[in-house]
Every structure is written in C-alpha cells, then in structure tokens.
C-alpha cells in the first residue's frame, strides 16, 4: 500500500470490526495527548451514547489517518464535534481540514441544524488556530474549563436547513423462519445485529430469538428505533438494510410488523 500524500482522497468511513484495530492504533503526538482521548474512549464512549454519537474513522485514499466523532442531537437541535485527531504520522498533509469539510457537508443534512460547535482546551499547541482556519469563531463561553467555538452554517440560495424531526419512532418486526434449527436462528439473528453502525438513521437495534415455546410463537424479534418516520424510510432505502431484507425475504415463512411514535 503506497504512503498517503497531500494529494490524497480523503473519506469518512465506518468503523467496523474489519478496520477497528487500525484505527484504535492512531495516536497524536504525546504533546498533543492533552487535547484529545484515545480511539479507544471515544469508540467505548460512542457505543454507550449510541443515539448521540455519530463516527467515522478518517482515511486518505485506503490508510486510515484519523477519527472524528460528532454530538447529534436533532432533537434539540445541537451538532458539537466531539472529538477529532489524526495521527502524528500524517498531520500536517490537509488532511483535517478536509475531513471537517466532509463533516460539515454532513450536518447540513441533519434537522434545523443552522451552526456546528467545538471546545479545547486554552493551553499551548491548542487546535484554537486550526479550528479559526476552518471558520470557528470564539463564542467567549467555557465549558468544563474548555473555551466554547462555533461554527455558522452556510447554505446556497435556495437551501434551508433540513425541517425539524417528528416524533421519535420504533419498528418492530416478529420473524417465522422456513428452517427453524437454532442454529440457522442464531445465525440469523447475528445477520440482523450486522445493521448496527452500517445504517446511519438506524439509532437503536435490539435483536431477540424465542425462549418460549407454543404454537403461536415466532422466532426471532427485530426492535429498531428512529428519530422518526423520515429515519425509517431512510432505513429501509438503505443498501444494507436492502441486503438484509433480502435475504430475510427468502429465509422467512412469516413476518409481523407493529411501527409507533412515542
């Protein structure tokens, strides 16, 4: 694999089983340790605040040079980059500020967002010059001992932010399937859990197999949870989640589904 240069693509990716122990190895400068966490926090950190952390690991052309996390809430509105580092080994290539400009692009497509914000910590070799660069202005509030910065959102003539969310919704789907061996169910089941962090409305995925018996029961439960009605759709658009149903669509005898706001 050739070395990452100036030239570079830069893309933001998932974070997947395949690719997680390269990006937990990306580390900063040991200067630069006070600033930001490691990959591993911030990944722990994202999966128990799964229905608020949106992340992506960095890459230039196919190496992974980095990793940014995002706070999104639209229900509040409120979009605060929550972490973002690129290894010492490839700093000072562009290729932060080109993974914030793909980061931007990417709130402007969440509901009533109108500014992005950001903290650091006021020591010196703070990101503070970085972030002014990008369009980060000094907001003059403190937040646990980090200076607050923001970011206006800029759209073309003719763009608004996207409209509010609705109502928080949930879809749940009971599975009869045509070879019912608790092998071919587990199996089937971990299929369903794959969706987790591959669909990016997807907030919340419970996956659960039959314990009980009787003439009435289905054997597997899907639970999936959106920020609402337009997640779903979005969901069920999805190329993943349009792999999955296909294969369900041949290895089920029977489905049923219950969708409510709450």
Known sequence: MTEPTRESTVTL?????????????LQVSEAQNQF?????????????????????????????????????DPREPEYFLWRLMIDEKYQKLGFAYRA????????KT?????????????????????????????????????????????????????????????????FKLKERTPENITQTAELLRSMSGNVPTLRGIEVGTNVVESARAYDIALI??????????????????QEILKHMHEAAEAAVAVDYES
Request: hydrophobic letters at 40%; charged letters at 25%.
């Open 36 to 72: 930001v966490a490691p990959n591993t926090i911030s990944i722990a950190q994202a999966y128990f605040e799964r229905d608020r952390a949106w992340f992506r690991a960095i890459y230039a052309d196919d190496t992974p040079v980095g990793f940014l996390m995002l706070y999104d």
């Open 100 to 107: 914030m400009q793909l980061l931007i692009e990417y709130v």
């Open 110 to 174: 969440r509901p009533s967002a109108t500014s992005l914000g950001v903290s650091y910590v006021p020591a010196e070799g703070s990101p503070a010059g970085f972030y002014q660069k990008v369009g980060f202005v000094e907001t003059g509030e403190v937040h646990e001992g980090e200076n607050v910065m923001r970011l206006a959102l800029n759209y073309d003539e003719g763009e608004t932010p996207a409209p509010p969310l609705g109502k928080p919704l949930t879809h749940v789907v009971l």
């Open 224 to 241: 999936t949870r959106f920020d609402d009605l337009a997640g779903m759709k979005a969901y069920q658009a999805h190329p993943f989640h």
């Open 13 to 25: 990716r998932e974070v997947t089983k395949e690719n997680a122990r390269e990006i937990i190895k």
